[in-house]
């Protein structure tokens, strides 16, 4: 059976009245956090229907009868995961807000690696989704009524965290990959490293070796959101000055 539905119909999946599960049949819900599990242990290349099927003890064909297929089950799965913990509260403060929702963000994406991909490939349409993103459009008008400048406010921040995020996941998935610890890995590649220092040919790099404190991914992530946060404010009182 295919694992996605072409035509118009499938991006109607939030409108769908689902079936009452037979008595021994798996619920939507437990579909949904299966197929998570799948995703988040093993990666979104692992999900399949039948993989979810086969970890529910259950029939192929009986999953498809509540959902349409693989598709339809990542935008479930996104919209579950978007309601797992309550949005952080508004407080009125632009910068604060729109920081504590940033948060949020980063954590939900490295709590579900997977998360990120499938976001930047298709709009988020559930309801907690959207819930989620009228939250940072009214922390965003709290900065500036223009709807218009509001959205490109969130659109930049949310860019920003994502960026973020991805690169942070590539590094943990590095060093999976190797099988090193961050201080293995330092040592396996210190010797090649003095040796480019003490080459002069790259200056600046050197200093950053020699000099630069190393920051937590924490503190990267807290001072490349003030710069952002920095920029965009000065970017609205610009626009407000023309």
């Not at 600046?204 to 003030?226: H, K, N, S, T, Y």
Request: net charge negative.
């Amino acid at each position: 059976m295919a694992e996605t539905t072409e035509g118009p119909e499938a991006a109607l999946v939030w409108q769908k009245a689902r079936r009452t599960p037979r008595r021994q049949a798996p619920s939507v819900e437990r579909i949904v956090q299966a197929a998570i599990v799948i995703a988040d242990t093993e990666g979104v290349n692992a999900l399949s229907m039948r993989r979810v099927a086969a970890d529910l003890d259950s029939g192929t064909a009986s999953l498809y009868r509540y959902v349409d297929g693989r598709d339809e089950l990542l935008d479930l799965m996104i919209n579950d995961v978007h309601g797992e913990e309550g949005p952080p509260p508004l407080t009125g403060d632009w910068r604060a807000d729109l920081t504590g929702i940033a948060r949020d963000l980063r954590a939900t994406l490295l709590r579900h690696p997977w998360l990120g991909s499938e976001l930047t490939g298709r709009p988020a349409l559930g309801a907690n989704s959207l819930r989620r993103h009228d939250l940072a459009l009214t922390a965003a008008a709290a900065l500036t009524p223009d709807i218009t400048l509001a959205t490109g406010v969130v659109d930049t921040v949310m860019a920003y965290v994502f960026g973020a995020v991805t690169q942070e996941l590539a590094e943990l998935q590095a060093q999976r990959r190797s099988g090193l610890t961050e201080e293995q890995w330092r040592a396996s590649v210190g010797p090649y490293i003095r040796e480019v220092v003490e080459s002069g040919a790259y200056p600046q790099f050197a200093r950053r070796v020699v000099e630069a404190e190393d920051c937590a991914p924490q503190e990267q992530f807290e001072f490349g959101l003030a710069c952002v946060l920095d920029g965009v404010a000065a970017r609205v009182r610009g626009a407000s000055a023309g």
